[in-house]
């Protein structure tokens, strides 16, 4: 039988591992102690010394067993500046840190010295799995990349984090890092993008949480903060719009055109404008059903019916054959190069404000409201499931109607 022996000493150990770019990789070597196995022959037996002081005992052949983690931490071996030494030695304390840490654990496994179930320990690398994780629909894996990449960018801004933008200690998030990447999420967010942004990251947080990972959930207890009525995104007055409408589409994609101009007039997404087909238009009956893809099978407003004005209609055209409604109605690109074309198209027509697709759904919302409609029919044509969301919008028109105000002339009455 085998028989496994121990060391006193560091365990586990700090060891590197030098790279071509000038740089060294660290590591936790951990001794796992040494196995003496029976060294047999050929016909079975156990082979027996002859001579010296161990004659007459049993050969051992003897391994030592080792095992190393990846730190994913580097330093220079020659570093030649300031910033370079610098970054050696808060490199090389986070690395004693974390050494010290697995010692603990290490020594307080009651079982002997045989590592654990293997844990992650890396929240970002936590992270970037969750984000590649298939069990997600495609739109949350968008989302989850999104707020990964604000929250490094958050760590880099920060220079008492910028140490963390390669490797983050799952024990070493606290709840000051938290509430300063939800103030960098207000800063650099517009509309409901910070607080989706953070609702994915406290998901990805809790679910470490969850899995042992993390003695305690730093999220807990912590919100994010806005005012409800907010909204950040630039809104297209009427006269914008026949501006823009009038101004010549000159890129390579006319759809978009036509496309913004019918969100502008229907207040639909663009995930739900790039899924239309001739399908969802009743023709007969002047009205287009869809359901939305943002809430679908999550809210029973996910349905929307919007009646169709001769303009939406004209917008919308006629399938290439009666007999395939399902062709697409607008031939779309990939977002961002509908984005950048849409761009061009407001500069050209002279409209300084910073408009994306969902400005169009905004714009919609102010406008009809401007023009008079009752707050819950906007409701039903934004597809919201309550007024909390619609009400927003008020608080908009509530602001254009005093500059509207303001805009008159004094006079000298006295």
Same mark, same amino acid.
């Given at each position: 039988m085998a028989k496994v022996?121990?060391?006193?000493?560091?365990?586990?150990?700090? &060891?590197?591992?030098? =790279?071509? *770019?000038?740089? /060294?990789?660290?590591?936790?070597?951990?001794? =796992?102690?040494?196995? %003496?196995?029976? @060294?047999? *022959?050929?016909?079975?037996?156990?082979?027996?010394?002859?001579?010296?002081?161990?004659?007459?005992?049993?050969?051992?052949?003897?391994k030592h067993n080792r095992r190393r983690e990846n730190l994913n931490l580097y330093i220079w071996l020659s570093p030649k500046t300031t910033q370079e030494r610098t970054q050696n030695r808060n490199t090389l304390a986070l690395a004693e840190k974390i050494r010290f840490e697995r010692e603990q654990e290490f020594l307080e496994d009651r079982e002997g010295y045989r590592l654990k179930k293997d844990k992650e320990v890396d929240l970002l690398r936590y992270?970037?799995?969750?984000?590649d994780d298939e069990i997600y629909a495609r739109p949350t894996r968008v989302g989850l990349g999104t707020a990964y990449r604000r929250f490094i960018a958050f760590l880099d801004s920060i220079q008492k984090y910028k140490r963390y933008t390669e490797f983050l200690r799952m024990d070493l998030l606290t709840a000051d890092m938290i509430t300063g990447y939800i103030e960098y999420l207000k800063k650099v967010s517009v509309g409901e993008?910070?607080?989706?942004?953070?609702?994915?990251?406290?998901? @990805? &947080?809790?679910?470490?949480?969850?899995?042992?990972?993390?003695?305690?959930?730093?999220?807990?207890? +912590?919100?994010?903060?806005?005012?409800?009525?907010?909204?950040?995104?630039?809104?297209?007055?009427? *006269? %914008?719009?026949?501006? =823009?409408? %009038?101004?010549?589409?000159?890129?390579?994609?006319?759809?978009?055109?036509?496309?913004?101009?019918?969100?502008?007039?229907?207040?639909?997404?663009?995930?739900?404008?790039k899924k239309l087909t001739f399908e969802n238009v009743d023709f007969a009956n002047g009205v287009m059903r869809f %359901?939305?893809?943002?809430?679908?099978?999550?809210?029973? /407003?996910?349905?929307? @019916?919007?009646? =169709?004005?001769?303009?939406?209609?004209?917008?919308?055209?006629?399938?290439?054959?009666?007999?395939?409604?399902?062709?697409?109605?607008?031939?779309?690109?990939?977002?961002?190069?509908?984005? +950048?074309?849409?761009?061009?198209?407001?500069?050209?027509?002279? +409209?300084?404000?910073? +408009?994306?697709?969902?400005?169009?759904?905004?714009?919609?919302?102010?406008?009809?409201?401007?023009?008079?409609?009752?707050?819950?029919?906007?409701?039903s044509l934004m597809g919201h499931a309550g007024l909390e969301m619609t009400e927003r919008y008020l608080h908009v028109v509530d602001e254009l109607k005093h500059k509207a105000i303001n805009s008159l002339p004094s006079v000298n009455w006295a």
């Open positions: 022996e121990t060391k006193n000493k560091q365990n586990p150990k700090l &060891v590197q591992t030098v =790279l071509k *770019d000038g740089r /060294a990789s660290l590591a936790l070597e951990y001794y =796992l102690g040494r196995t %003496e196995t029976p @060294v047999i *022959d050929d016909a079975g037996n156990p082979v027996i010394y002859t001579d010296g002081a161990m004659a007459g005992k049993p050969k051992y052949k003897i992270f970037r799995k969750h984000c993008g910070g607080i989706r942004c953070f609702g994915l990251f406290k998901k @990805v &947080v809790t679910s470490a949480y969850e899995e042992g990972l993390m003695k305690k959930n730093p999220c807990k207890g +912590i919100v994010f903060r806005r005012d409800a009525r907010l909204i950040k995104k630039p809104i297209l007055s009427m *006269d %914008e719009i026949r501006k =823009l409408a %009038e101004t010549p589409f000159t890129w390579s994609c006319p759809d978009v055109k036509r496309g913004f101009l019918f969100s502008l007039y229907t207040g639909i997404r663009w995930c739900d404008l %359901e939305q893809c943002k809430v679908a099978g999550r809210s029973k /407003a996910c349905g929307v @019916v919007t009646p =169709l004005s001769p303009m939406l209609i004209s917008l919308i055209g006629e399938p290439d054959s009666k007999s395939n409604p399902k062709q697409p109605i607008f031939n779309l690109p990939k977002w961002d190069t509908g984005l +950048i074309q849409l761009k061009k198209w407001v500069k050209a027509a002279e +409209i300084g404000k910073n +408009i994306t697709w969902h400005c169009a759904r905004h714009s919609f919302a102010v406008n009809i409201l401007n023009a008079g409609a009752n707050i819950k029919t906007v409701q």
